[in-house]
């Protein structure tokens, strides 16, 4: 069994951790009551700081959205003087202003420590070299990783993105054990390794892959790419909460993650009402920093869809354990009145063996009605002739899924667009003739 980074915390028994979530709660709720920082006084104004005695009683805390970073741009929910920030970080959203999160000296060690608890649960050692192929820059998964392999006292070599075939030449050279990149990333490296006859030069063990919802059967792409017993495992985080390093899957029992619930206290409530769903339900995640210094957030709704897992994991590790995320709120297509969540079309297509890992769905807008469509690739170039057949096989699993009906485009293994730097898109909406993807 790999050695854990830090045993005491990730073995706490429950009441010790309930405590220790308590005692962080009131010293943050305190903190923030007498923060002198208009967006904290107008947060602060109804809470009231005696009556919040234990972690049980965050849900009498007001929850924090989105939309609150981008009005108080960029620095107006600090709760330190900007001086004592050693550095920020930023995600562009989709419109608008861009998401700043600011970090102490303190919070970067924080941050460290969470992704240097992430590389040894997936089974990284201080001997590792750790190859960091995530955006570095304002994204948090480069540096975060970065400082997690470096805090681990590992090797890490600070690939950022792109360029997969000088990547892979590195990663052969400088003896890679570790990868982290996004999982489309991992599965394009793996690709170009098989073609490029590199596969008995690498021996890489491990990837931590996230950043975007992927499923089981991406996973199984993944690590049959790259053969030799590579384990593909999952690591969520956001910006907002920190970056990278709020959760992580052990090889141990994958599909669930286990949150670091020392620093982030996990809730999940009905993403309508905000009510706590009951155990074992899906809903939306809502996460506390107890720990955070520089800008920490209150209940925020992350808008990502989980539910808990009360099964413990298999390696003496105590943390609450998340399933594998299933999306976002905001991602659902709703198509003739029907929800359809891509990351269920990711998992009904890709249950077909003969089915490849890159693919695109396509809602088309060119009717009055919206159509769906789905392309994607042949595992395999043997398939090619019974490319017919196996369309017609997925288009019905796809239809019986997402109860719509679904079109489905199949094409040679290799020839669709691959994207080399950030997060994969995968969901693509077509106006003109012209096809957005493939
Ligand atoms: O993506 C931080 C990160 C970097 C996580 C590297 C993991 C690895 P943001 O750019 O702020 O931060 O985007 C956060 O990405 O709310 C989810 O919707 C999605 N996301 C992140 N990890 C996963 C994952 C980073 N493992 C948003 N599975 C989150 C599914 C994920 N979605």
Redesign the pocket.
Same mark, same amino acid.
């Given at each position: 069994m790999p050695s854990m980074f830090q045993p005491e915390i990730e073995t706490m028994e429950p009441a010790e951790k309930s405590a220790l979530q308590s005692r962080r709660l009131r010293r943050l709720v305190e903190r923030l009551a007498a923060c002198d920082v208009p967006y904290w006084r107008e947060k602060m104004a109804g809470v009231d700081v005696d009556a919040i005695r234990s972690i049980d009683d965050i849900c009498r805390l007001p929850f924090t959205e989105k939309d609150e970073f981008r009005e108080t741009y960029p620095y107006g929910m600090l709760t330190v003087p900007r001086d004592r920030l050693v550095r920020v970080h930023a995600?562009s959203g989709t419109s608008g202003k861009p998401t700043v999160v600011g970090y102490t000296a303190g919070d970067v060690a924080v941050f460290a420590e969470v992704c240097a608890r992430a590389l040894a649960i997936a089974g990284g050692r201080p001997s590792d070299v750790v190859h960091v192929a995530?955006g570095y820059g304002l994204?948090?998964?480069g540096l975060?990783?970065h400082y997690g392999a470096e805090r681990l006292g590992a090797t890490a070599v600070p690939a950022s993105g792109g360029n997969p075939g000088f990547q892979l030449g590195l990663m052969a050279d400088l003896g890679a054990d570790g990868l982290a990149c996004t999982p489309s990333f991992a599965l394009l490296l793996g690709e170009r390794a098989l073609e490029g006859g590199l596969r008995d030069r690498l021996s890489v063990r491990y990837g931590v892959l %996230?950043?975007?919802?992927?499923s089981e059967g991406m996973r199984q792409r993944i690590e049959e790419v790259w053969g030799g017993g590579f384990q593909a495992l999952?690591?969520?985080?956001?910006?907002?909460v920190i %970056?990278?390093g709020v959760a992580m899957e052990a090889p141990e029992a994958k599909g669930a993650l286990y949150v670091f619930d020392d620093h982030f206290y996990p809730e999940i409530v009905d993403p309508e009402t905000g009510e706590a769903v009951p155990d074992g339900e899906v809903g939306e995640l809502v996460l506390t920093t107890l720990t955070k210094e520089a800008q920490p957030v209150l209940r925020y709704r992350?808008?990502?869809l989980t539910r808990f897992v009360d099964e413990p994991g298999r390696d003496g590790r105590t943390f609450r354990r998340i399933a594998?995320?299933m999306g976002?709120v905001d991602d659902m297509l709703i198509i003739r009145g029907i929800n359809v969540y891509p990351r269920e079309v990711e998992t009904a297509l890709l249950e077909d063996e003969a089915i490849g890992g890159q693919y695109g769905i396509i809602v088309d807008r060119r009717t009055t009605l919206p159509e769906l469509r789905v392309v994607a690739e042949l595992a395999d170039p043997g398939l090619v002739a019974r490319r017919e057949e196996i369309r017609d096989r997925v288009a019905r699993a796809l239809t019986e899924r997402v109860r719509i009906r679904v079109q489905v485009d199949l094409r040679d293994p290799g020839t669709l667009p691959r994207q080399e730097v950030g997060k994969a898109r995968r969901v693509f909406e077509q106006t003109t003739d012209e096809s957005p993807f493939g």
């Open positions: 995600s995530y994204f948090t998964g975060g990783l %996230g950043a975007e919802p992927w999952d690591i969520y985080g956001l910006s907002e %970056g990278p992350t808008r990502d594998r995320l976002r």
